[in-house]
């Protein structure tokens, strides 16, 4: 079945990187754009950014430029989300989600916990 | 960025009765150039991932029970269940996606119980 299976949770202190990784299985792999969210405790969905496995483009939210970098592996059907510099408010659960760039988002990853904490 | 605004924030309806959620958006999200309007709702339970259930306001993504359907224009949107069974309680979400402007933006959501 279409299916996107997400890496585990991380725990990462204030300034460092974490890189999530995102894997699709049961459709072709560059047929749809990936985007990732992000929700913190208790709180609604944000969108990050997508990428376009295809061709590797990308396109962030202005609130993430310059601290994330989304790319992909065609040959695994993965595509990652790296964030660094962080803070404490990007404590949330990230997600990746399949969808057209003007559409919405039908298959979701299961989530990724990353806690950030000195 | 458009800023998607849910009412109310949380909802309370008996078993096999309706339930209305609303969603305001700040800009129309009804794109001119396809005449369609570029709104989705979500529904989430605790723990788990958001579920698309309606895209383009009013159509119903496949497996989701009829009993969920969509309706508004432009700006204002609801989400209705016409009975409402059990498995339902749950957060619902609206989102606006991309048509002639980038950016993809959810409401706040609405928590609904029995």
């Known amino acids: 079945q279409v299916q996107l299976v997400q890496s585990g949770a991380e725990v990462k202190k204030p300034g460092a990187s974490v890189k999530i990784s995102c894997k699709a299985s049961g459709y072709t792999f560059t047929t749809y754009y990936l985007h990732w969210m992000r929700q913190a405790p208790g709180q609604s969905l944000e969108w990050v950014g997508w990428i376009n496995p295809a061709n590797g483009g990308t396109k962030y939210s202005q609130k993430f430029q310059g601290r994330v970098t989304t790319t992909r592996d065609t040959s695994a059907s993965t595509a990652y989300m790296e964030l660094t510099s962080l803070r404490s408010e990007d404590t949330a659960v990230y997600y990746c989600?399949?969808?057209?760039?003007?559409?919405?988002?039908?298959?979701w990853g299961q989530g990724t916990m990353v806690t950030v904490s000195s | 960025d458009i800023v998607m605004t849910q009412s109310p924030d949380s909802l309370a309806v008996s078993l096999g009765e309706r339930a209305t959620i609303n969603c305001k958006s700040s800009?129309?999200?009804?794109?001119?150039?396809?005449?369609?309007?570029?709104l989705a709702w979500y529904q989430q339970k605790p723990g788990q991932p958001p579920k698309l259930l309606i895209y383009w306001a009013s159509i119903r993504e496949s497996g989701v029970p009829d009993r969920f359907s969509g309706s508004g224009s432009g700006t204002d949107f609801t989400l209705t269940i016409s009975s409402l069974q059990a498995e339902d309680v749950a957060l619902y979400y609206c989102q606006q996606y991309y048509c002639a402007r980038p950016g993809y933006t959810f409401g706040q959501g609405t928590k609904l119980e029995i």
């Open positions: 989600a399949r969808g057209p760039v003007t559409g919405a988002f039908d298959i």
């Open positions: 800009q129309s999200v009804l794109c001119s150039s396809n005449n369609k309007n570029y």
